[in-house]
Each structure stands twice: as C-alpha cells, then as structure tokens.
C-alpha cells in the first residue's frame, strides 16, 4: 500500500472504528474483547484490499458479519462476560433508565443464539432491510423472517422488562411506508 492508501486508511480507522466496534461488540454477545478481535480481524482483512475497495465502511461491516458467521460455525463455547469496572451510575431519571436498559438489553442478546443476535443486530441496530440480511447471513429472506420472529419472541422471554407496558401499547405509533 502506497503513502496515500495508508492515510486513508489510517483516516478510516479513526472515523469509523468506534460505530464499527458497537457493531462487533453486538454481533458477539457484548464481549467486548471478542468484539475488538472480531474489529481487528476486519480491518487487517480490508487493509490488504484497500486500494481497491469502493465503499470501505460497507465491506470492513461484511467482513465483520462474515468473521462472525464463521466463529459461530466453529462451535466455540460460550463465554461469561466480565468486566473490569461496574458500568458507572448516570445522573437524572432518564439517563440511568438508558443505562439500565442498554444493561437488560445486553444480557438479553447475549443468551439468545449467534444467529438469532446478528438477524436481530442487522435488522433493529443496523436497519438492514431483510434481503440485505439475508445475502450478508447466507440464507433467505423466508429464515430471516422466521429468524427474526423466534428471536423476538425469545429475546421477550429472556427479558420480560423489555416487552411493553400498557401505557406504550395504547400511544399512537409511527407507521413507515
């Protein structure tokens, strides 16, 4: 790679690397040290490439989807997270209610399978429509669906506190074409 590559490169890096590591760090169960290896592994991947590539957040995001499937094919055992600190306490209602809820949501994607949180990462965090998900995954849109579906149902099961309250239900909702 010539100078100019390795600026961009190094440009990319900085940018993105922190919106691609929230992705990792969803795609492998809120491990955040899988999550900075699966990173890794993708951008050691694009660097070999990148004189060639045309939309380079796009394909460091397949490569992430593609290590992942992999290491779910390999079987490997599912690991406890730890961490080194307890999250800190936020200030005010609303930011310890985010807070709380960024935790339930973790632990819940994280006992779901691999490939019911990367149907449900690609589809909600990363709005993917389903035949991006499906060409990313490797399947048809029909598994994406049905995927999708058992994993909701799965992930209301494993974390009644995310299913919505009665209030929630009756306010008027947002529909998209």
């Keep these: 790679m010539n100078a100019e590559g390795q600026e961009s490169f190094r440009e990319f890096v900085e ?4 919106a691609l590591l929230k ?19 993708a951008l050691v991947k694009a660097a070999g490439r990148w004189e060639r590539i045309e939309e ?3 394909y460091v995001r397949q490569i992430l989807y593609r290590l992942q499937v992999g290491r779910w094919r390999l079987r490997w055992p599912r690991r406890e997270l730890t961490v080194a600190d307890p999250p800190e306490r936020a200030h005010g209602d609303s930011a310890e209610a985010a807070v ?4 339930v ?6 006992r779901l399978t691999p490939r019911q949180r990367a149907v449900l990462v690609l589809r909600y965090f990363e709005d993917l429509p389903e035949a991006d998900v499906a060409r990313l995954l490797g399947c ?8 999708t579906h058992r994993s909701l149902v799965r992930l ?16 008027p909702v947002e529909v998209r074409p």
């Design 56 to 58: 380079p957040e796009a």
């Design 140 to 147: 048809s849109i029909g598994t994406v669906r049905s995927t």
């Design 156 to 171: 209301r099961t494993v974390a009644p506190e995310l299913a919505p309250s009665v209030e929630r239900d009756l306010r």
């Design 23 to 41: 992705t990792a760090v969803l795609l492998s169960g809120g491990d955040r040290h899988a999550a900075e290896d699966l990173l890794q592994s």
């Design 105 to 110: 949501m973790r632990r819940a994607l994280a």
């Design 15 to 18: 940018l993105r690397s922190r």
């Design 100 to 103: 709380d809820l960024r935790i």
